[in-house]
């Protein structure tokens, strides 16, 4: 298994979409159990305002990854401008080697 990073960087309106489809999104999260490794918000300089997200999750290959990233409740409500999806390598951290 691999890890992959997904982050989406928030259109204009991210704040309302996140607060409209956080329930849906945070249950999709959940129900990926133990595919989902780390995930949150990215935040503003001041701390608090959301300005996009990071996702790392296991999957077999990348297409698998684009799929499991394409089912996100924050994706269908469009609440990102633009979305990377890379590898990520973990040389070092809480999930290292799993």
């Not at 994706?75 to 979305?83: E, S, V």
């Amino acid at each position: 298994m691999a890890i992959f990073m997904m982050q989406g960087f928030d259109d204009a309106g991210g704040a309302e979409i996140r607060k409209a489809t956080r329930p849906a999104h945070l249950e999709w999260i959940n129900s990926l159990g133990g595919k989902v490794k780390l995930g949150g918000p990215m935040l503003a300089e001041d701390g608090v305002t959301p300005v996009g997200s990071v996702i790392y999750l296991e999957a077999e290959t990348m297409e698998e990854a684009k799929a499991i990233y394409a089912e996100d409740p924050y994706r269908h409500a469009k609440l990102w401008r633009r979305i990377e999806i890379r590898h990520f390598a973990v040389v070092a951290g809480g999930f290292k080697g799993e």
